[in-house]
């Protein structure tokens, strides 16, 4: 389900779901549903294929993975951060949002934008370099909670999952200079 939009190759999303790209073959499967029965179908149906996703990037990694979040609350915007102690890309995929799309962007990240009743939340995946010491992933975290964590500090500590994920679907993703700033 990998498509490249917008610099971005989409793993899965519910968030920009177009009735008419699937109307036609909605119709022709389910003749007898009316239009509202078949946008609740197309829901279901995108909703299975997220399965079918977990599935292909069952891929384990040597380290947990850091989760770096860009929280929007009805009260203004946070950061913080969480850890995927398996290491395993497919875990990336779970979400409580209302509506989510997980993709890997231009530098090779993967990501997520996240929708939910109080706004937006931006995440982005990063599994953390076999040289990191606890000590650096502890001052890494904490930079990234205090909302000072720099581009340059976080791919000092982890790599990109994109290469991974390239990996399983076949895309490429060219090697990019690293700036200083998160691109967000």
């Known amino acids: 389900m990998s498509s490249q939009a917008n610099d971005r ?40 294929y997220l399965g079918d996703e977990r599935m292909n990037l069952n891929v384990q990694l ?19 951060y969480a850890e995927i102690k398996s290491g395993k890309i497919c875990d990336c995929l779970y979400t409580e949002m209302d509506m989510c799309e997980w ?10 934008d996240a929708v939910h009743h109080d706004g937006r939340n931006y995440y982005l995946y990063r599994v953390y370099k ?16 205090e909302g ?8 000092r500590i982890t790599r990109r999952l994109g290469d991974d994920i390239a990996a399983v679907y076949g895309f490429h993703i060219p090697r990019q200079k690293q700036s200083k700033e998160i691109a967000r």
């Open 62 to 80: 040597s380290q947990p993975i850091l989760v770096v979040a860009d929280i929007g609350r009805w009260d203004g915007r946070y950061s913080g």
């Open 130 to 145: 076999d040289t990191a010491t606890d000590t650096q992933i502890e001052n890494l975290k904490a930079k990234i909670y």
């Open 9 to 48: 190759h989409v793993i899965w999303g519910n968030i920009n779901l177009n009735f008419d790209d699937w109307k036609d073959d909605l119709m022709e499967q389910y003749p007898d549903l009316s239009e509202d029965e078949l946008i609740q179908k197309m829901h279901e149906i995108n909703a299975d």
């Open 148 to 155: 000072k964590a720099t581009r340059a500090d976080i791919t």
């Open 103 to 112: 993709y890997v962007d231009k530098y090779g990240d993967l990501r997520a």
